[in-house]
Each structure stands twice: as C-alpha cells, then as structure tokens.
C-alpha cells in the first residue's frame, strides 16, 4: 500500500489506517476475538498505522492493540492514542503532571516504553491557546515517554491553531464528502508546516457507504443511536453533524455518481486520499471483511473530475447550510 510521511513524526504510514474507536465501545459489542480479527486482517492488507485513544472502552482498545503486538512481534505499526478525555474537560486540568499520568496509562495499556504519537482528544478550545500545555507536550517528548505529539479537533479554527505550534506533529480532523471545510484552509496550511492530516470519519459513520434507509435502527449502546442530538459528545462525531434523512438522500445520490467496480464505501476513502494534503484516513471496522475492504480503497484510481464535481454539487445543494458554518 502507498505510504506518506505522517508530518513532523519523520514515519511513513499507509495512506488507509485503521480506527479503532469500534473495537472499545460505542458502536456495538466486538468481542476480544473478533476484534483481533480486524487488526489482523487489516496488517494483512497492508495498514500500518492504528488509530485509538485511552477512553475507547476506557483503554480496552489500547490493550487490544498492545496484546497483538506483543502476539505480532517485528510489526512495523504507528500506534497512535490520545488523551485528556477521561478526566472533565477543563482546561486547568491539561497540566505536565496530569498528561504525564494520562500518557503512562497508555504505556501501560500499550505495553511500550515510548508512545509513537498522542494527540490532545478534541480538548476545550483554550488548551490550543495555552503555551503551558504544549511546553508539557515538549517535556513528555524529552523524557521520552512520547516520541511524537499532535492534536485531535473538532473545528477548522482549532486546527489552524495548532498547526501554527513548532512541536506539533499531526492534527486530526473530520473529513469526507459530507465535511468539506477543511478543504478550504486547513490542508494548504498543513502543507506548508509540514504537519501531518489524519482524516477521521471519513464515511461520517457509515452514511457513505449507502448500507443505510431512513429506517435504519442502530443498537442502543451504538452512538448513532444516543448521540444524534450530541448529549454524549460533539454531534459533529456522529454521521459528520449531518441530519440522519438527509444524510441518507445524499449517501444515494453520492452512490449513483460512481462507475462501476467500486463501492460507495471505497470511493467515499478515495475521494479523502485524493484531496492534497491528506497523510492518511483512518475508516473504524467491525469485521475483517471491512478492514479488507476499506484498505482497498487505497488501490483505486483517484476519482474523476466529474465525480469529485458531483461530490460538490451535493455538499452545497443537501449539507453546507447545515455544517459548513459549524466546525
């Protein structure tokens, strides 16, 4: 699989990750074995870089990663975590003493001495701004408890920010058809810092991939069940911020726009790995039939120029109003 160089981590991953976020909680029951499973079949298809974080199943993915490694020995995978989402989001609470206890936590999940790359989990808007927050960042690289750090975002402005620090490696952000914005300033500005872009939710929570009608019922621990209304967290995680009905009458026409012999799914992740700017996209899989699946997105040809131009047509006719202005 095609690899691109993750930003200021110096490491080259594969152009499709794999989120994990499904194998700890929030989607469903996986069960260990299963789980396992998918990060196997997804190392056998050419994935080299694993997304998760410490509160997936308050850090059951992280040891689900961290016992198929230890199994897997000789894997060259970029794990990379995140942190400050088990504690109240409040920003004093982002200090050295408490990332170096987050971190050590997935250490310890992890089994590893040294963390490849964490990123700040979509922290309070002020932590971006806090030179002390990031000063600690730099203090974890130097005790070598981190090899590298970055953020996780929820706005376009939150990204911009980061980028502008020296240290940050990676930043983390929704893209897809349906989340356009990032687009416009936060890929070009990427590029010129040499920070690297991870597209997460990039089938804004499987509407891409055209499996769903309106009448579609998700299980009740599944937050496309509990979080329409973002009770639980950002309803921008949640089918991309985009009204369910809506989504659905897009995903059909987004479908209809492809030739034939792929997927809306694995068009859905060409369309993220053709825009400039993107390191990698990190699908989430509860099978291993979807973990081969979405890594074969990264064999298909870039999509045509009518196709990405239907793409637009539907953002701004079906979604802009609704999400542009939002994040």
């Not at 064999?299 to 953002?315: C, D, N, Q």
């Amino acid at each position: 699989m095609e690899q691109r160089v993750l930003g200021r981590t110096g490491r080259p991953v594969s152009v499709v990750g794999l989120g994990t976020w499904q194998l700890g909680a929030d989607w469903g029951r996986v069960d260990d074995d299963a789980a396992t499973a998918v990060l196997a079949a997804a190392v056998e298809s050419g994935v080299t870089m694993f997304d998760t974080a410490d509160v997936y199943g308050d850090g059951r993915s992280e040891r689900l990663i961290g016992r198929f490694l230890a199994d897997n020995p000789g894997l060259d995978i970029l794990v990379a975590t995140k942190a400050g989402r088990r504690a109240p989001l409040d920003p004093a609470r982002y200090t050295v003493d408490n990332l170096r206890s987050w971190v050590d936590r997935s250490r310890s999940n992890l089994g590893v001495e040294r963390l490849d790359l964490v990123q700040l989990h979509c922290p309070p808007t002020a932590v971006y701004h806090s030179d002390g927050v990031f000063d600690a960042l730099d203090t974890l690289v130097a005790e070598e408890r981190i090899a590298a750090y970055g953020v996780s975002v929820e706005t376009c402005a939150e990204a911009l920010t980061a980028i502008a620090r020296p240290g940050t490696a990676s930043v983390q952000i929704i893209l897809n058809a349906f989340r356009r914005k990032p687009l416009e300033e936060v890929l070009p500005a990427a590029r010129r810092s040499g920070v690297g872009i991870i597209a997460r939710v990039p089938l804004a929570s499987g509407l891409l991939s055209g499996r769903y009608t309106v009448n579609t019922e998700f299980a009740v621990d599944d937050h496309r069940a509990f979080n329409r209304d973002g009770s639980a967290f950002d309803v921008g995680e949640t089918f991309s911020g985009v009204d369910f009905a809506t989504g659905v009458a897009a995903a059909r026409e987004f479908a209809a726009l492809l030739p034939e012999g792929s997927t809306p799914a694995e068009a859905a992740l060409r369309w993220v790995l053709d825009q400039p700017g993107v390191t990698t996209v990190i699908p989430g899989a509860r099978t291993p039939e979807q973990a081969r699946s979405n890594a074969s997105a990264a064999a298909l040809a870039p999509l045509s120029e009518a196709v990405s131009a239907g793409v637009r047509e539907i953002y701004d006719e079906r979604i802009r109003a609704s999400v542009h202005g939002r994040w």
